[in-house]
């Protein structure tokens, strides 16, 4: 599963059906991530993450983007929390990978707006 969210004017954390978390959390005002280590929590380098459920948020200022990405996650209804960090219309990007042969791929794309500080709610069923 991928999400992206573009221009920054928000973050996000995602918490899967068993509550594990990854991403902004509103709260602390850190990245948090339950699914791999602190050190790769902000690194690009997929290669790695081959456990199912394991995740990393990374962002990038030059893009003006925010990514998520979480290999195989665990089936079930889980939550995204998108906090504003900014003022203004975001694009949020999800994509859902099925099969080998990618013939169960499906895109959500939402569109919202949000102001600095407000906090909102997304429930995601990953299929």
């Not at 709260?27 to 997929?46: C, H, M, P, T, W």
């Not at 791929?105 to 997304?122: F, H, L, R, Y």
């Amino acid at each position: 599963m991928g999400i992206d969210l573009s221009p920054r004017v928000a973050e996000f954390m995602y918490t899967d059906p068993l509550g594990k978390r990854v991403g902004y959390d509103p709260i602390s005002g850190k990245i948090v991530n339950d699914l791999v280590d602190q050190e790769n929590a902000r690194s690009y380098d997929y290669q790695d993450v081959t456990e199912s459920g394991v995740g990393i948020y990374a962002t990038s200022d030059e893009e003006d983007i925010s990514h998520l990405f979480i290999f195989s996650p665990f089936f079930g209804e889980g939550s995204l929390t998108i906090t504003g960090i900014g003022n203004g219309e975001y694009k949020l990007i999800k994509l859902f990978e099925g099969g080998m042969d990618g013939d169960n791929n499906k895109i959500i794309i939402i569109t919202n707006t949000i102001t600095v500080g407000e906090v909102q709610t997304v429930t995601i069923e990953i299929p």
